[in-house]
């Protein structure tokens, strides 16, 4: 049964900095894209990055580009996203995602990936 399970989340002062986790269990996801997806209250999920688990690849959406940073460590088979500078407008449940199959490309799509964690809160008070 595969499993992803996030972590990391909480409250932080503007400015601040966060590292969410996500463990993957149950398999392991070479050559596919894995990703962090957020949802704020009233808003659809959106796309934050993701990463191939073998090449290590990455995309980013325009949002967090310069200040989150996506990687995996294969040995804990774990994924990880690093947040500098954050502002009240990340404040959402941020998602961890992986695909079953392997494709081209890193999509931002939520559709594109198959498992999905709990979501883990993440506020950012100004």
């Known amino acids: 049964q595969v499993q992803l399970v996030e972590s990391g989340g909480g409250l932080v002062q503007a400015g601040g900095s966060l590292r969410l986790s996500c463990v993957v269990s149950g398999r392991t996801f070479s050559s596919r894209p894995m990703g962090w997806f957020r949802q704020a209250p009233g808003k659809e999920r959106e796309f934050v990055a993701a990463i191939n688990w073998s090449t290590g690849s990455t995309d980013y959406a325009d949002s967090v580009k310069g200040r989150f940073t996506i990687s995996r460590d294969n040995a804990k088979n774990t994924m990880y996203l690093q947040m500098n500078s954050l502002a009240p407008e990340d404040t959402a449940i941020y998602y961890c995602?992986?695909?079953?199959?392997?494709?081209?490309?890193?999509?931002?799509?939520?559709?594109?990936?198959?498992?999905w964690g709990q979501g883990t809160q993440v506020t950012v008070s100004s």
């Open positions: 995602a992986a695909r079953n199959l392997v494709r081209f490309g890193l999509p931002r799509k939520d559709y594109e990936y198959d498992y």
